[in-house]
């Protein structure tokens, strides 16, 4: 999700418990928890960091544990020795709680704990972008077509929760709304996402009895996916399976005349999926298509041929196409994302390869050259 619901989060989920107590402290110290698992970012947006990196080690299940007794040991050691916060104000040093309760490691801990599940794991692992909670024993990526990686309509509740608390601080006559204002809010944070996800099987029920009887030219039956678009759930992208190649359609909740499989956005556009031979041998010689296939669900290839008699084979993944382009294209966003493509000479030996976070980078980005051309033994 995006950095605002995961702050916002981080923000709410402490309060849900009530003996703690209502102070910047709190504040602060559930914000650091729910922002964490994004300090992978400091390894910047490089292919390697996009496919190995980012949404690794540090959102799993192992790391998180570990984090919650650090965050909790190295805060239980810091407000012992600065028992009044500097900007709790009139509150409150925030080692006495509600009723002058010792908020010590074990509050410190749970409460760490439950933010960086709920307020950071849990919302990452709603999205088609996904998660790798289970490193370091599985590369497995929990991926659920739940949310769009930034949803109005679930952020904005939470804002308006996170801004109410914060205005109670200081104010002891508030402290019963905190708890139910965060209890009401943590119930939309973990509901939503999941009605969210019924919704998505809803329509892919839907779709795939849409679909059904119907077969491609191999007689391979059709198959629908349906992901999430911005403004999900009023407006989903179905990714249709036929055999060897995908093609989109789109979703609408609310419409009986939603474009169900069978009227494709932009007409029968169809996109094949990556040639099985070239696509093995180029992720055994280099280790970025390896780390784009393990990251991909729904990757599809496009050729270009040179002049020289080679090709530019490009690979990317549906997930982040869009079946709302005119809208996409007033951001520049329309272009596509995360891209891997390979420079193969007129021997079919791979020369260069590149990433491009963005389909309009093909303008500008470097490629990697080998020293010698790689024969990936296509015969």
Not at 90 to 97: H, I, Q, R, V
Not at 193 to 218: H, I, S, W
Not at 297 to 323: L, N, P
Not at 349 to 367: E, I
Request: aromatic share 14%; glycine share 8%.
């Amino acid at each position: 999700m995006d950095s605002l619901t995961h702050l916002t989060a981080g923000v709410i989920t402490p309060f849900v418990f009530k003996r703690y107590p209502r102070s910047w402290a709190l504040v602060i110290f559930g914000v650091i928890c729910a922002q964490l698992p994004d300090i992978d970012a400091i390894a910047g947006q490089s292919a390697y960091t996009m496919f190995f990196v980012h949404r690794g080690y540090t959102h799993s299940l192992p790391f998180v544990l570990a984090a919650a007794l650090l965050l909790g040991f190295a805060a239980n050691l810091y407000f012992r020795r600065k028992p009044a916060f500097p900007l709790s104000g009139p509150l409150p040093g925030p080692l006495s709680g509600e009723g002058g309760k010792h908020w010590g490691f074990a509050s410190l801990f749970a409460c760490a704990l439950f933010t960086l599940l709920f307020g950071h794991l849990y919302l990452d692992c709603m999205t088609t972008f996904g998660t790798r909670i289970f490193l370091p024993f599985s590369n497995y990526r929990v991926a659920l077509p739940a949310m769009f990686i930034v949803d109005p309509l679930f952020t904005i509740p939470l804002v308006i929760a996170a801004v109410f608390i914060i205005k109670g601080l200081g104010k002891p006559e508030k402290r019963r709304q905190q708890t139910m204002i965060a209890r009401i809010a943590v119930g939309w944070l973990l509901l939503y996402p999941l009605c969210m996800l019924g919704v998505a099987f809803y329509g892919e029920d839907r779709a795939n009895k849409a679909l059904a009887g119907q077969t491609d030219g191999l007689g391979q039956p059709l198959k629908a996916h349906v992901l999430t678009e911005l403004f999900s759930p009023f407006v989903w992208k179905i990714v249709e399976e036929r055999g060897d190649s995908y093609c989109l359609a789109r979703y609408d909740l609310f419409s009986p005349a939603s474009n169900l499989p069978g009227d494709k956005i932009g007409g029968e556009k169809i996109w094949p999926k990556p040639e099985p031979k070239l696509w093995h041998a180029l992720r055994r010689v280099e280790p970025l298509f390896e780390g784009h296939a393990a990251f991909g669900a729904y990757t599809i290839e496009s050729r270009e041929d040179q002049a020289d008699g080679g090709q530019i084979v490009t690979y990317a993944e549906m997930r982040y196409f869009t079946v709302q382009e005119s809208l996409f294209r007033q951001f520049d966003r329309d272009d596509g994302l995360f891209m891997m493509q390979a420079r193969l000479d007129a021997q079919n030996r791979l020369v260069a390869s590149r990433y491009l976070a963005r389909g309009k980078d093909a303008q500008s980005a470097p490629w990697q050259v080998y020293p010698a051309p790689i024969d990936l033994h296509l015969e």
